[in-house]
Each structure stands twice: as structure tokens, then as C-alpha cells.
């Protein structure tokens, strides 16, 4: 069994999901997609069963899967930014990060440790100019830092496809927090 360190990068529609071993290697980077037509609490549980899969010391005689030390989230957005977040999907977005973090703690019993991220982007060292694209900036650290580990498709206009910010994030998060 291999032990690992979690990275969330939470949203209401997707998870950004990574695991770094404890060396910091990229284990894996996904993005699962959440059905917006179910209520914020099955889509938390569609993600409890998920994380609790992969979390194999869950599982009695497991030799296979993943032990899960620590979890690291994004912290939510507290402050509106430029016009694009309304106070209600702010609220949202509040709520349902905290239902993962608690499911996070009932489920591996771990306190998961929010960090923002800016200060996670600072961790690692990607400096981001006002006016740079930062979703890109991120994808292309990540790219860089995991060249041969973290793939991603573009689309046919040429950037990355949906959910490739998403997986980015939540490795930063993960790479992030194992510096802490």
C-alpha cells in the first residue's frame, strides 16, 4: 500500500483530485465531474464514495491502493473578484467546501488543512503577474514540474480541455501542502 498525500481543489460542478506520494511524485491527477441536477449533499456523498475507494487502509487486508495521510483543500474565495462571483455562488461554494471538509474528516479521519491559493502558489514558487492568464500559468507549472505525469488534451481552438485547470489545482494545492 502506498502512502500518499491528498490535494482538493473544490467546486460545485467539478473536484480537482491529486496524489503525491510522500517523495512528492504525481500519482495521479484527475477531475471528476459532479451531476449539477443533484442536491449539493449527493454530490458531497458521490464524492465520500469515491475518496473512501481510493483510500484503501479504509479496507480490511487491502495490499493494494492508497493510504491517505494528509488531505489538502483550496480554501473558497472570501472576497468577490472583478464582477465574476456572485454572493450567492459564493455561498454555495462556501457551503459545499465545507460539507467535503467534513465528509473528509469523518471518512479517512484526517483534519483535511485549507490553503488558499495564492499562498499555495507561493509554496511552490509559480509568480503570477497581474494581467497573466493564471489558469494557464498553473497548467504549464504543473507541465513543467511533472513533465512526463501530467497529460492533458486541448481543444480544437487550442486550450486546454475542461477540468485541466481543475486537476492542475489541486496538485499545486497537494504540492503545496506537503511543503508546509
Known amino acids: 500500500m502506498k502512502e500518499v498525500i491528498l490535494g482538493l481543489d473544490i467546486s460545485t460542478s467539478r473536484v480537482g483530485l491529486c496524489l503525491l506520494d510522500l517523495n512528492n511524485n504525481l500519482i495521479k491527477a484527475d477531475v471528476i465531474k459532479l451531476d449539477t441536477s443533484q442536491e449539493l449533499e449527493e454530490r458531497c456523498i458521490h464524492l ?19 493510504s491517505i495521510l494528509s488531505v489538502f483543500i483550496e480554501s473558497p474565495f472570501i472576497m468577490f473578484s472583478g464582477g465574476k462571483t ?22 479517512l479521519g484526517l ?5 488558499t ?6 509554496l511552490v514558487g509559480l509568480k503570477i503577474k497581474r494581467g497573466e492568464n493564471t489558469k494557464r500559468k ?8 511533472f513533465p512526463s505525469d501530467f497529460k492533458y488534451e486541448l ?11 481543475d486537476r492542475a489545482d489541486a496538485v499545486i494545492i497537494a504540492y503545496a501542502g506537503s511543503l508546509l
Open 48 to 66: 465520500e464514495t469515491l475518496i473512501n475507494n481510493l483510500n484503501s487502509s479504509n479496507h480490511i487486508n487491502s495490499k493494494k491502493g492508497y
Open 86 to 107: 456572485t454572493a450567492a455562488t459564493m455561498s454555495k461554494l462556501q457551503r459545499f467546501n465545507g460539507m467535503v471538509s467534513f465528509m473528509v474528516r469523518k471518512a
Open 111 to 115: 483534519q483535511p488543512v485549507l490553503i
Open 117 to 122: 491559493a495564492n499562498k499555495a502558489r507561493g
Open 138 to 145: 498553473v497548467i504549464e507549472w504543473v507541465e513543467g514540474r
Open 155 to 165: 481543444t480544437r481552438y487550442g486550450n486546454p480541455k475542461p477540468g485541466t485547470d
